[in-house]
């Protein structure tokens, strides 16, 4: 519904829930997905031809991590993902979804003992994708002593309770969730190696019926 619609109470039923007009889909929801492969090795080869070209994005971001570079103004480069995301919002819409709006982009190449804190996005569904999780990495939290497993993970943290939810990544895994999830990447200790991860906003979403949503100006001026 736009701005000043409403509800004529004619077509109601009895008992009929009635929901506020809000924007925080998929609220608590990470919505996972797997990769094709082909794609993730053509963005992780694209990354390093260009990594010396790329803009260093630090300042911008909430990690304690030395790379993170931007490249939300590389079109060829946003073209090597930009459909497999917009089919995967896709499903999550039930195939109603015609384009989606990305905002910014970057990639994060994390070695031993960075991190990044806790954080929140803007826009309103961000997206991680994996494109390299050395088996290294992955194994670190079985070494821990106590009853916490954290090495190496991503945990999210409830917008509604006081629950989280950790996950154990691999190479190929993509992540959609609201840009509003608080969510934590933890340290690993593994020396000479990395864990590179695509991340990134989705501003805006048209759907096939006209729809369209856009982030509002508050969102627009955190940007």
């Given at each position: 519904m736009g701005e000043n619609d409403f509800i004529d109470t004619e077509i109601l039923n009895q008992g009929q829930?009635?929901?506020?007009?809000?924007?925080?889909?998929?609220?608590?929801?990470i919505f996972y997905f797997r990769t094709f492969p082909r794609i993730t090795e053509k963005i992780l080869k694209t990354?390093?031809?260009?990594?010396?070209?790329?803009?260093?994005?630090?300042?911008?971001l909430a990690g304690d991590i030395k790379e993170e570079y931007k490249i939300d103004d590389r079109k060829e480069f946003v073209k090597l993902f930009k459909s497999t995301?917009?089919?995967?919002?896709?499903?999550?819409?039930?195939?109603?979804?015609k384009e989606v709006g990305i905002g910014?982009?970057?990639?994060?190449?994390?070695?031993?003992?960075?991190?990044n804190p806790t954080h929140?996005?803007?826009?309103?569904?961000?997206?991680?994708?994996?494109?390299?999780?050395?088996?290294?990495?992955?194994?670190e939290h079985m070494k821990q002593k106590g009853n916490t497993p954290s090495k190496?993970?991503?945990?999210f943290q409830s917008l509604i309770g006081g629950g989280?939810?950790?996950?154990?990544?691999?190479?190929?895994?993509l992540l959609i969730f609201n840009s509003r999830q608080p969510h934590i990447v933890w340290p690993f200790e593994t020396k000479n190696v990395s864990r590179i991860s695509l991340a990134g906003n989705v501003m805006s979403i048209e759907f096939k019926d006209g729809r369209k949503i856009e982030p509002s100006?508050?969102?627009e001026e955190r940007k």
């Open positions: 829930f009635l929901s506020f007009k809000n924007n925080s889909f998929f609220e608590d929801q990354y390093k031809n260009q990594k010396d070209t790329l803009t260093d994005t630090r300042k911008n995301l917009t089919e995967r919002i896709n499903h999550i819409f039930n195939g109603g979804v910014p982009v970057w990639i994060n190449e994390m070695k031993s003992g960075e991190y929140q996005h803007i826009g309103y569904f961000s997206f991680i994708w994996y494109l390299d999780i050395p088996e290294k990495i992955r194994k190496g993970l991503i945990e989280d939810l950790k996950l154990n990544p691999r190479t190929n895994d100006p508050s969102w």
